[in-house]
């Protein structure tokens, strides 16, 4: 059976074009996220309702927080870094014309896995790459079309990945870095929209946004749908838990592609006390 919610409350009232990526940083207590094709980082303070805008050089399809203080970005033309006095360099460059970072997440072992897609959206043209702090990088996936939604289990054993055409939620098995037996989890279907950004629980289900959906679904360890929180956007991008206690899911929404008119996508969404995350480790690097 699945329960429908419509509850949710606008975070930061923003018009990003393609905001993606919420990422809960316990060290600061704000939630960071970013707006892509506008090459910005945002943050939001839910105590204080504080925000702050960083531009980057490049296009940025995800920023995590490091282990020390400072970010590290995916951006068009590789992994950078952020350094908590501002300065940057880069950790891994490797550009590639009419490519560019997209989603990434941070693996229970501190390394990096982000991921690239076309501009395009070329089949095939993406990666999914994991690096370390010393910036070794190895490429796991090499025909992704959209890379986006990476999430571990609670007890790290299981890695959830979207490739978003596919329209499916993979699951491999993980351990000691390295992810292996790739399988369908779930499948969304075509008029639901298509699998996103995603993150997982305390519970191990599985939050997925669904693009072109106006929703986020969260499914059980088994793969079953059990809930729908439908969003007044039509491209929710992204979602993540956050606050004090790790208990408000965030929703980054997208306005690129829209013809009609959304008040609200491009803005973050909050929907409070919707389950209880797992605390994300940040980039050991
Ligand atoms: O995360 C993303 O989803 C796509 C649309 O499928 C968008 O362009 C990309 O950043």
Known sequence: MTTTYDVHEVAVPARAELGEGPTWDPATGRLIWVDILSSRVHTYDPASGARTVRRTEQHVGAAKPRTGGGLVLNLRDGVGLVDPDGGFRWLHRDPVPGRRGND????????????TMRYDETPGGGTLTRLTGDGAAETVLDDVTVSNGTGWSPDGRLMYYIDTPTRRIDVFDFADGRAVNRRQFARVEEDAGFPDGLTVDAEGC?????????????????????????????RPTACAFGGPTLTDLYVTTARTGLTAPHPLAGSLLVLPGAGRGLPQPAFAG
Do not use: H, I, K, M
């Not at 990434?104 to 990096?112: F, Q, R, T």
């Not at 599985?206 to 793969?223: E, Q």
């Open 104 to 115: 990434a997440a941070v693996a229970p072992d501190g390394s990096l896995w982000a991921g």
């Open 206 to 234: 599985v939050w997925v946004a669904l693009w072109d959906g106006g929703a986020v679904r969260r499914y059980t360890p088994a793969g079953e749908l059990d809930r729908v929180l439908t969003l007044p956007v039509p």
